[in-house]
């Protein structure tokens, strides 16, 4: 199994550009989410899923929006990229909502100059 | 949100001493994960705490849950090189998963 799979791994984007993170899992997991990681921050939840067709937000969602059309695809838009989103994004997933253990992709490096 | 507080941020140790690390809450938890983070990598899932009192021990790391739950530990025994990273701890509330900001390990051989 890949597990869950991020692309790109790092990008580097101008100030007002958007761009699409892609993120996929094949074990079927119902629950997907994002993180972005700063310096001291820890992980802070983006965006979530708990299924095909269902979104919300999570603690910092401003600039980023995400769709969910099948159980394996989660993608991340940023949709006008500012150097405040010079971060490293993780997609996640989990069995279900119920506090099951997340499974994290690789993460991709984004720098906005 | 739900808050979360770990300390330390940060950590150096010599090879073969211990290391804790701690995450607090104002609220009663339902559960706390932790995982690790090594440098470079992503976050892996440890173990997940549900009980009141609760101890779990994986090799040389133990996990507590705090008797009003509202607390937790993690406690390595005798770091070695391999132990180094971040450590964060995380709990599930609502359908949203809340870290704390992480402990880094440094361990010097």
């Known amino acids: 199994n890949a597990g869950v799979t991020q692309t790109p791994k790092f990008q580097v984007l101008k100030t007002g550009q958007s761009m699409t993170l892609q993120c996929a899992q094949d074990m079927n997991h119902e629950y997907m989410s994002w993180y972005r990681q700063d310096p001291g921050m820890g992980l802070r939840l983006i965006h979530y899923?708990?299924?095909?067709?269902?979104?919300d937000q999570g603690e910092v969602p401003n600039g980023y929006n995400v769709s969910r059309s099948t159980t394996e695809d989660f993608p991340l838009r940023l949709l006008s990229a500012a150097p405040s989103q010079t971060s490293v994004y993780f997609c996640a997933s989990s069995y279900s909502q119920n506090n099951s253990p997340l499974h994290f992709g690789n993460g991709t490096r984004l720098t906005v100059t | 949100g739900q808050q979360v507080m770990q300390i330390p941020q940060y950590q150096h140790v010599q090879e073969g001493e211990d290391f804790t690390t701690y995450c607090n809450s104002s609220t009663t938890l339902s559960n706390i994960q932790w995982y690790k983070q090594r440098p470079g990598g992503h976050p892996v899932f440890l173990i997940q705490?549900?009980?009141?009192?609760e101890v779990k021990k994986q090799k040389r790391l133990t996990f507590q849950f705090g008797e009003a739950k509202k607390n937790s530990s993690l406690h390595i025994t005798a770091t070695q090189t391999t132990d180094v990273g971040t450590y964060f701890c995380a709990v599930y509330n609502f359908n949203k998963f809340y870290f704390g900001s992480g402990t880094k390990l440094n361990v010097k051989p």
């Open positions: 899923s708990v299924g095909a067709g269902i979104t």
């Open positions: 705490l549900v009980k009141s009192g």
